[in-house]
């Protein structure tokens, strides 16, 4: 059972990057599909999440309007599109399976190992 993260990268303040999940081992859709970010010296925050059930997507208000999570159920992949990045979204970038969208890394049941990413000129 292993979730692959990858896409991180450095983008300029105002550029788009996305990043992409894969499971393996398991059926992703079966789980909750949550992101969440650890910048440093912080702790890790909830970003995202797409449930299980019937695909609602929650979001934090930090990133309401400018991410979207976005599931492809024949690729075992879970992704996050960033638009419109600030140099505060600088982090390092993990994706969790769990049982239901939950704010709380407890919640999550699986996790990938992180891919980097630099907001920055």
């Known amino acids: 059972v292993q979730l692959q993260a990858s896409g991180g990268g450095l983008v300029q303040p105002g550029g788009s990057l996305r990043v992409s999940c894969v499971a393996s081992g398991f059926t992703l859709d079966s789980y909750a599909k949550g992101w969440f970010r650890q910048a440093p010296g912080k702790e890790r925050e909830w970003v995202s999440c797409i449930s299980s059930s019937d695909g609602s997507t929650y979001y934090a208000d930090s990133v309401k309007g400018r991410f979207t999570i976005s599931r492809d159920n024949a690729k075992n992949t879970v992704y996050l599109q960033m638009n419109s990045l600030k140099p505060e979204d600088t982090a390092v970038y993990y994706c969790?399976?769990?049982?239901?969208?939950?704010?709380?890394?407890?919640?999550?049941?699986?996790w990938g190992q992180g891919t980097q990413v630099t907001v920055s000129s």
């Open positions: 969790a399976a769990g049982s239901w969208c939950g704010l709380d890394v407890d919640t999550y049941d699986y």
